[in-house]
């Protein structure tokens, strides 16, 4: 069973920074691919950042520039380091990683760390 867990969220003033955490309990070089998704209030859940199957990050627009995703194999954890950060940013951030067997898709999440933005 695959467990993730975050870590890192908190309040921050706007232009601050925070790094989320995501230790998995396997090889974090195993999955198809590994990221993080937001999801604020009332909205979607949206994908933030993340690393394809070809080990290649993938940002949503509105974080390019600020956020950077990052990994490190011998921890197996992920990490999202946050800067210059915006109301706008304000969520429940979620780890993602995916499997794929036999051409079936299976998504693992974590259960989410709060950032909240805010003066």
């Known amino acids: 069973q695959v467990q993730l867990v975050e870590s890192g969220g908190g309040l921050v003033q706007p232009g601050g920074s925070l790094r989320l955490s995501c230790a998995a309990s396997?090889?974090?070089?195993?999955?198809?691919?590994t990221g993080w998704y937001r999801q604020a209030p009332g909205k979607p859940r949206e994908l933030v950042a993340a690393?394809?199957?070809?080990?290649?990050?993938n940002y949503a627009d509105s974080v390019k520039g600020r956020f950077t995703i990052s990994r490190d194999s011998a921890k197996n954890t992920m990490y999202l380091q946050m800067n210059s950060l915006k109301p706008e940013d304000t969520a429940v951030y979620y780890c993602?990683?995916?499997?794929?067997?036999?051409?079936?898709?299976?998504?693992?999440w974590g259960q989410g760390t709060q950032v909240t933005v805010s003066t």
């Open positions: 690393f394809t199957s070809l080990g290649s990050p």
């Open positions: 396997g090889s974090i070089l195993s999955f198809y691919a």
């Open positions: 993602n990683a995916v499997r794929v067997r036999f051409g079936t898709r299976y998504d693992y």
